[in-house]
């Protein structure tokens, strides 16, 4: 099994970067393909980004790429997701996730392990 603890969120104004990480811990972060998902206030969790074992299969949701940068440092056991250009629409708790699985996946069921989130706020 994988820990996972989010960090960096915070209050950003449009136009402007966040930098989030995911600190993976108990496990062989290396084996497992990690996501973030986002929470908007009354809204469904929803996939942002996905990038599996080796970093070579990535996937975005259209309303981020070209902004969002995911990668991974497996040396350390680690996961960014680089926020540019944001938007008051990016607003949300975001969440890291994995799944031991070599494959990228959009859906929030087949990732077994979850981080607690944090918050990113941008104003307008």
């Known amino acids: 099994q994988v820990q996972l603890v989010e960090s960096g969120g915070g209050l950003a104004q449009a136009g402007g970067s966040l930098r989030l990480s995911c600190a993976a811990s108990?496990?062989?972060?290396?084996?497992?393909?990690a996501a973030w998902f986002r929470q908007a206030p009354g809204k469904e969790r929803q996939f942002v980004t996905s990038?599996?074992?080796?970093?070579?299969?990535?996937d975005y949701i259209d309303s981020v790429k070209g902004r969002f940068i995911i990668s991974r440092d497996n040396t350390k056991n680690m996961m960014y997701l680089q926020m540019n250009s944001l938007k008051p629409d990016d607003t949300a708790v975001y969440y890291c996730a994995a799944r031991l699985s070599p494959l990228t996946s959009d859906q929030e069921s087949e990732y077994r392990f979850w981080g607690q989130g944090t918050q990113v706020t941008v104003s307008s």
């Open positions: 990038i599996n074992f080796s970093g070579r299969m990535i």
């Open positions: 108990g496990d062989f972060f290396s084996g497992y393909t």
